[in-house]
């Protein structure tokens, strides 16, 4: 059974040069692989060039064409390495206000949460507003990103489509949470670069996962502000109860 995404190469052999496909991959490729203005995220570039990361491109780009997709790809992540990532393009559009990119993200992982029938892990509360919320899916947490073409300050949430990024929470084990200087030395580099590409300060709010205040929601979706982002839903992932979510309300 074929994959229902792709390694980096055979988005090559899948799609021709014209495709919007093709289009906005070798923007994004370009964007990591660039020497010349380095990407902050050095995990993700070093992802890109060992072709540990994964890519897909549903289209319509919905909880139900990604579902499939994404529960696939974690069921395998783990073989293909630790810097792995699933990458999802939506196919390009006319460029939308910044809060309808919100939206439409949020509306995309609460639809997942809903169609999702495995148990999130005991441990991660489905409470959003908690230290140790994640998005979850298939049983397994996961730090979700987004980028749009709206995004003109923080270059580096700027993608030619709406762009929404998977990474599993186990890739992040022994790195954030790591004594070693080395690794240490790497956070701090990928603070460097971002404080470099972006014309606007890094966020207030990044923080690390667990850590007492930290909300992982606020680092979801980062506009070109560094307002405090209010809680996009009283109810996502909560399951249990799926007539009481208040689509587009905030907490």
């Given at each position: 059974m074929t994959d229902p995404f792709y390694k980096k190469d055979a988005v090559y052999d899948a799609f021709p040069a014209s495709s919007w496909q093709r289009i906005v991959f070798s923007e994004f490729e370009a964007t990591l692989s660039s020497s010349s203005r380095p990407f902050p995220c050095v995990f993700g570039v070093s992802g890109l060039k060992t072709g540990q990361l994964r890519y897909a491109f549903p289209d319509p780009l919905t909880p139900e064409t990604l579902a499939p997709i994404l529960r696939a790809y974690l069921a395998q992540a783990r073989e293909f390495g630790r810097m792995t990532s699933l990458a999802v393009f939506a196919r390009p559009g006319p460029v939308q206000p910044?809060?309808?990119?919100?939206?439409?993200?949020?509306?995309?992982?609460?639809?997942?949460?809903?169609?999702?029938?495995?148990?999130?892990?005991?441990?991660?509360?489905?409470?959003?507003?908690?230290?140790?919320?994640?998005?979850?899916?298939?049983?397994?947490?996961v730090f979700v990103v987004c980028n749009s073409p709206a995004h003109v300050l923080r270059q580096s949430r700027r993608s030619t489509s709406f762009m929404v990024t998977f990474q599993p929470r186990w890739v992040f084990e022994g790195i954030l949470d790591s004594d070693d200087p080395q690794m240490q030395r790497a956070l701090q580099g990928v603070r460097e670069r971002l404080a470099a590409f972006d014309a606007i300060p890094p966020a207030?709010?990044?923080?690390?996962?667990?850590?007492p205040g930290n909300r992982e929601f606020h680092q979801y979706f980062i506009d070109d502000t560094n307002e405090t982002p209010t809680c996009p839903f009283h109810a996502l992932g909560d399951r249990a109860a799926p007539d009481t979510r208040k689509k587009g309300k905030v907490a």
């Open positions: 910044i809060e309808d990119y919100r939206t439409r993200f949020w509306d995309l992982l609460d639809g997942l949460e809903t169609i999702d029938d495995t148990p999130r892990p005991a441990e991660v509360p489905a409470a959003l507003d908690t230290d140790l919320w994640e998005f979850c899916f298939a049983g397994e947490p207030p709010f990044l923080g690390t996962y667990g850590a």
